[in-house]
């Protein structure tokens, strides 16, 4: 077959993070090999809202969400979860063999979502791909990640992989730190440094929102399926402190329940310096012209303020798992950003309004990113391209 050939699987059962980022490694690598393919597999019902380039094509499996509580159940299909699952594990394992990828990279999940790949890496290691595990910054607490991945035989599956690749910097954050990983593990890995996020080419609509036009915050969630405590606490602080902050942009997120979206659009309504939207798949646009950004600390979101560089004010998630807070302690200490711990999060106490009127207050006048981050901290997506090289000789690289 002409070509070279990759597939991502990115298992996508909360927000939008895994696919975010598999679009992000797939473009990078089809910007720089003229005769590469790359499919990726997703589990997100939003995937068809993304623009994708030319050589990148996506195979949507049937949905799977996490619940906050850490559980899973089927997304669109009313059928039971195991049903789903072996859905999922079927369409995977044929989609895989029928592709004959020269390389599959695996976004987090060392055995997929609920052991799904368990048939798919075996099969395509005996056909010679190469099997690349590939993990953000930051995984969850030592312990809990411990218990998870012994619980999910994952220590054991990283004999399959070739490679890991961690998206981030072995001087900020180790996500393996203290795990019991099987010999040779440690030789295999390569931190790539953070993945940047460049403006997207295509240009947004003509009409920018009305707040976009002078200095603005914006407020994003992500995919905002966790994000009502973010949206409510800022909204509050607003209610208190009238004109006396920058107008702002709340970005919903597609995953924000819509009962829950319509009573914050009534209260927005009251406001003279706010406005919303749902969703924009090219979100960068808005991120890089902001005078501040205010976000819960998912590892995308993460990189696309350390690449546009704006100052930036994190209220971490802290359930079912603590990475967003691990990321954003990391990085407050560092001097990149500055975090506000949501006190109903953390089961403390109740939101005080003026203490977020104040973190907003002061967001525009704190140090960009840049000031504190190492200079090859966004090497991501060109190391990538580096490292996959001796692996798809078929493809021809850009000149």
């Known amino acids: 077959m002409p070509g ?14 895994h696919l975010r980022r598999a679009r992000t490694i797939a473009h990078a690598l089809v910007e720089e090999y003229s005769s590469l393919s790359v499919l990726i597999l997703s589990g997100s019902p939003l995937v068809g809202n993304f623009d994708f380039k030319a050589r990148v094509d996506f195979v949507r499996v049937p949905g799977v969400i996490k619940l906050r509580n850490g559980a899973y159940t089927s997304l669109g299909l009313h059928i039971e979860l195991d049903q789903t699952m072996a859905l999922r594990a079927s369409i995977m394992e044929h989609t895989a063999e029928a592709f004959a990828p020269d390389v599959m990279i695996v976004d987090k999940e060392p055995l997929g979502l609920r052991g799904e790949l368990q048939k798919t890496l075996p099969m395509l290691r005996a056909k010679g791909t190469r099997l690349i595990l590939g993990l953000r910054d930051v995984l969850d607490e030592e312990s809990a990640l411990k218990a998870e991945w012994l619980r999910k035989g994952a220590f054991s599956a990283l004999t399959l ?47 920018w929102p009305e707040v976009t036009k002078d200095p603005y915050l914006l407020v994003t969630p992500g995919g905002g399926g966790d994000g009502a405590g973010l949206i409510d606490w800022v909204l509050s602080a607003y209610e208190e ?64 303020i350390l690449t546009h560089d704006r100052p930036t004010l994190l209220v971490p998630r802290m359930q ?18 500055r975090m506000l711990i949501d006190p109903e999060e953390a089961g403390t106490g109740a939101r005080n309004p003026h203490d977020m009127a104040a973190a907003l207050s002061a967001l525009p006048d704190q140090n960009t990113p840049s000031v504190h981050l190492p200079a090859n901290a966004m090497t991501g997506t060109a190391v990538i391209q580096e490292l996959i090289a001796p692996h798809i000789p078929g493809a021809r690289r850009r000149v």
């Open 241 to 304: 402190a009238g004109e006396g902050l920058l107008p702002a942009l709340i970005v919903y997120g597609p995953f924000l329940p819509p009962d829950i979206r319509e009573g914050f659009e009534a209260r927005a309504a009251k406001l003279g310096n706010i406005e919303t939207i749902v969703f924009d798949a090219r979100i960068e646009h808005f991120i890089a012209k902001a005078a501040g950004i205010v976000a819960m600390g998912g590892y995308n979101t993460f990189c696309e």
């Open 161 to 207: 992989y070739d490679d890991i690749w961690t998206y981030g910097l072995e001087e900020i954050w180790d996500p393996l730190q203290g795990q019991p990983l099987p010999e040779g593990t440690r030789d295999k890995i390569t931190y790539t440094g953070f993945l940047p996020r460049p403006l997207p080419e295509y240009t947004l609509p003509e009409t």
């Open 4 to 17: 070279a050939r990759i597939l991502i699987y990115s298992h996508d059962t909360f927000g939008l993070g």
């Open 320 to 337: 079912p798992r603590r990475e967003q807070v691990i990321r954003a302690e990391g990085a407050e200490k560092r001097g990149l950003i």
